[in-house]
């Protein structure tokens, strides 16, 4: 079932603060100086697949053109 405009929206922005906060996350292990790199390592993966989400959602709510 496709979602709607509106819901994919409301996702995207989810997933975009979602990104934002693993961002700062990221950031504030490696100021840290912690030695926990699988950690890292899996906040990292978590980003780059909130990032493709991302965007995909972007794609899909921009019109087909036909050129």
Same mark, same amino acid.
């Given at each position: 079932?496709?979602?709607? $405009?509106?819901?994919?929206? &409301? %996702? /995207?922005?989810?997933?975009?603060?979602?990104? !934002? @906060?693993?961002?700062?996350? =990221?950031?504030?292990?490696?100021?840290?100086?912690?030695? $926990?790199?699988?950690?890292? &390592? %899996? /906040?990292?993966?978590?980003?780059?697949?909130? !990032? @493709?989400?991302?965007?995909? =959602?972007?794609?899909?709510?921009?019109?087909?053109?036909?050129?």
């Amino acid at each position: 079932m496709a979602m709607s $405009d509106e819901e994919l929206r &409301a %996702r /995207l922005e989810v997933l975009r603060i979602e990104h !934002r @906060d693993l961002d700062a996350a =990221i950031g504030a292990l490696m100021e840290s100086g912690t030695q $926990d790199q699988l950690r890292i &390592a %899996r /906040l990292k993966k978590r980003k780059l697949q909130l !990032r @493709d989400r991302i965007i995909q =959602i972007e794609n899909a709510l921009i019109p087909d053109i036909i050129a």
